[in-house]
């Protein structure tokens, strides 16, 4: 009996170690400065400033407004023509291009509200986006530091305070994004 313990607390620990997630996983840091390539991309992005990628997507849903990624480089706005349900562990792939009406959506709030404290968190999703049909939103950052990306519940009491008026900024400009959309 006292091996059959030991055997079984030996599985145990096994088991515990390797079901951790490993840190390194859940975000990206531009830490190789040895390249050229790394550095005239971390000097291109700290001229032009951080890049944010947003979107609002509902999994059981029909029609074009199921999935809306959009791209904001610096006061550039972009739409994304693939409208893929963003992947959770991964960046989003889009292929980005500018859209009739993107200059009249004001997009400077998206920029100066976006929470910071994002950026220091090592969680990639907050609540349980789109788990009940809701919604979520997808998020990323990139600047010549920092390149992470997020999945925000739309509902706000699964998510943390700091983050609800941020989600509801970006929400709503997605909806307005929409409303320009249909003037064209």
């Given amino acids: 009996m006292k091996n059959f313990k030991l055997f079984l607390s030996a599985i145990f620990v096994v088991l515990l170690f390797s079901s951790c997630e490993n840190e390194e996983d859940l975000f990206i840091e531009n830490t190789d400065l040895n390249t050229e390539a790394s550095v005239g991309s971390i000097i291109e992005s700290a001229n032009r400033g951080p890049t944010i990628i947003f979107g609002r997507y509902y999994g059981k849903c029909f029609g074009n407004e199921c999935v809306e990624i959009f791209k904001l480089v610096d006061i550039i706005l972009l739409e994304d023509t693939e409208d893929n349900y963003p992947a959770t562990g991964t960046f989003y792939k889009g292929s980005f291009v500018s859209f009739k009406g993107a ?61 609800r008026s941020y989600i509801t900024l970006i929400d709503k400009k997605i909806t307005e994004i929409g409303e320009i959309n249909n003037l064209n």
Avoid: C, M
């Avoid at 009940?132 to 010549?144: K, N, R, S, V």
């Fill in 103 to 163: 200059d009249r959506v004001n997009t400077s709030q998206i920029l100066s509200s976006f929470p910071l404290e994002l950026l220091g968190s090592k969680l990639i999703t907050y609540g349980a986006p789109d788990a009940g049909d809701w919604g979520g939103i997808y998020l990323e950052y990139q600047d010549g530091n920092h390149h992470r990306f997020w999945f925000l519940d739309l509902k706000a009491e699964n998510t943390p305070k700091y983050l």
